[in-house]
């Protein structure tokens, strides 16, 4: 259950982003247009975490809530609720690295490199299995998505850094600063409906 909600903005952000992004990068590398590509590419994750962010900030702030109000009735009682609520609150702050994989990954495929994308791909999902398996000794099914949400930002990183080092992508002053404006508004929502769940009544 706790996987629809990340999955959510995975599907109708993350993916169509990436759809968009690759033949517009595609024909500004050809003609080796720099200052285009890096335009594209920082309007893509501007854009992206514009609408993930808040999304994200939701998940962390009121997991609870969400899945009580969408799922808790007949055979998912509350129980059942409070315990996929702490998945998702792991799944909260794993949603932006999944839908950055997403968007970062056609920067690679414009410049007709897929063996980086998936090499990474690997890396990240073996540290998943054998963090995901310690995890869940030490704090039960939740480690699980934790080890899910850690190998996705494992990935990204990856990413940012290899883009980095090439030369090919690195956040313009004017991106990031959008970011960390998208990034502070989002965590004054996520304080305001965290603060406002506090006082909803039973």
């Avoid at 109708?12 to 247009?33: K, M, N, Q, Y």
């Avoid at 009735?73 to 609520?85: K, L, P, V």
């Avoid at 313009?172 to 929502?189: C, D, F, H």
Wanted: proline letters at 5%.
């Amino acid at each position: 259950v706790a996987d629809r909600f990340y999955q959510l903005p995975l599907g109708l952000v993350g993916v169509a982003i990436g759809v968009a992004l690759l033949p517009t990068l595609s024909r500004a590398i050809s003609i080796d247009d720099k200052v285009e590509a890096q335009r594209t590419t920082d309007q893509a994750i501007v854009f992206a975490m514009a609408l993930t962010l808040p999304a994200a900030a939701a998940l962390l702030a009121v997991p609870h809530y969400l899945i009580d109000g969408l799922f808790q009735r007949g055979e998912f009682t509350a129980y059942d609720a409070q315990e996929t609520a702490k998945a998702l609150f792991h799944y909260g702050w794993g949603t932006p690295a999944f839908v950055l994989a997403r968007v970062l990954s056609p920067v690679f495929f414009a410049r007709a490199d897929t063996k980086a994308p998936m090499r990474f791909a690997i890396i990240s999902m073996v540290v998943n299995i054998v963090l995901g398996v310690a995890l869940f000794q030490i704090i039960g099914f939740e480690g699980i998505a934790a080890a899910t949400a850690f190998a996705s930002w494992l990935n990204v990183a990856q990413m940012v850094w290899t883009l980095r080092k090439r030369g090919d992508w690195t956040p313009s002053p004017a991106a990031r600063g959008k970011l960390v404006r998208i990034l502070l508004a989002s965590t004054a929502m996520g304080l305001a409906l965290f603060t406002a769940q506090l006082y909803r009544a039973p």
